[in-house]
């Protein structure tokens, strides 16, 4: 005890001392002194946090983390820095360096899209040489004997493999610029407007469907192709005439069977391939209707005893229609969010917009 004494001795003189200072005296040492203080240990460790990372960077040797095979001869290699290089196996090593990417080529094809930073070519990729210098801003991949590039100007045109121009670079083409395919399939090709509107143009760069949907299905499924516009399908035929015009919800081409599904926001059907109709109705469910007789009352309970009607409502796309349960005839489409039968001859129902209503069973308003 008289050793923790004696050592204490100079903290509590020191303490003394300073419980004696005025306010102003311990703020200008705390000024002076201790903020200059904190100030050298953090910089003393950073310095010490900035020269460990260095070293650690210094030190680092970049590794190849993975492999994009694009022929026989040529890989894309990804190294863990971020960086991709061209490797050409035959000769054993790297023939470019900051490559951004790649395009696979089709097995009779020769010739894939190189990208770099702003810029775009073609390279042969049995011979790993360049075949069309990086000259583009954009560019697609060969189709046909043709291929899809941007100009400097921001117009896309068609190539042929020796950079002649095909198709003159006439076209905007303002919409998503890689996913969209520009390529030719049966002679034809996707081509977008200056509001990124797709339609369809030939070889000569016609267009034989004027740009006005915002989705063209890729590939004929059966002889048809599916498009989209405002959210709403339809079908071309092969000439890319219409078939159905653009305001279903939903189709499905049914092509184990040669029939095709339209759902519109309240009716379906199922055509054939001709266009007969082979179910003339679809819907999700069916549910009968019954409307209360009688209520009584049971140990604090109420019971509703209720008579089956000969209706019933149906559900499509999540909303209810009104039928006639006995002859299968729709009576009202299917727009309501709910119904319910109150009585012989009337249901209460609810619509968007218009809250509850009731109808007759003709579909008719009660007022």
Excluded at 35 to 40: A, E, G, K, L
Excluded at 306 to 324: I, M, T, W
Aim: charged residues 25%.
């Amino acid at each position: 005890m008289k050793i923790l004494k004696f050592l204490a001795k100079p903290f509590l003189w020191i303490e003394g001392r300073w419980s004696r200072r005025s306010k102003w005296f311990k703020r200008l040492v705390v000024i002076l002194v201790v903020v200059p203080s904190c100030f050298v240990v953090i910089c003393t460790l950073l310095v010490t946090v900035i020269d460990t990372a260095y070293a650690i960077y210094k030190d680092y040797v970049p590794y190849v983390c993975g492999e994009k095979p694009v022929s026989e001869r040529l890989e894309l290699h990804y190294y863990s820095d971020g960086a991709k290089r061209l490797y050409d196996k035959q000769k054993k090593k790297y023939i470019m360096d900051d490559v951004c990417w790649v395009s696979n080529v089709s097995d009779d094809d020769t010739l894939a899209v190189i990208a770099f930073p702003g810029k775009r070519g073609y390279i042969n990729v049995h011979t790993a040489e360049m075949a069309i210098d990086l000259q583009y801003k954009s560019a697609w991949v060969f189709s046909e004997g043709l291929a899809a590039v941007r100009n400097q100007e921001g117009k896309v045109g068609f190539i042929n493999n020796k950079n002649e121009v095909v198709i003159p670079f006439k076209f905007d083409a303002k919409n998503a610029g890689i996913t969209t395919p520009y390529v030719f399939k049966s002679g034809y090709s996707f081509m977008s407007d200056s509001v990124g509107h797709l339609g369809i143009i030939d070889r000569e760069g016609n267009w034989v469907v004027e740009p006005a949907y915002d989705y063209i299905e890729p590939y004929l499924v059966d002889g048809f192709r599916l498009v989209i516009k405002d959210g709403r399908y339809g079908l071309l035929d092969s000439a890319s005439n219409v078939v159905y015009e653009p305001i279903y919800q939903s189709i499905l081409l049914e092509e184990d069977q040669d029939r095709i599904t339209l759902i519109t926001d309240t009716a379906g059907c199922i055509v054939d391939y001709s266009g007969k109709v082979v179910v003339p109705f679809l819907c999700d469910d069916v549910t009968p209707l019954g409307y209360p007789v009688s209520i009584t009352e049971e140990d604090g309970y109420h019971h509703i005893e209720y008579n089956v009607s000969d209706y019933a409502k149906y559900r499509l796309n999540y909303y209810y229609g009104l039928l006639n349960a006995k002859t299968g005839k729709i009576i009202t489409p299917a727009i309501y969010g709910y119904i319910e039968m109150i009585s012989p001859t009337l249901f209460s129902v609810t619509i968007r917009y218009t809250g509850e209503i009731l109808i007759d069973t003709k579909g008719n308003v009660v007022k």
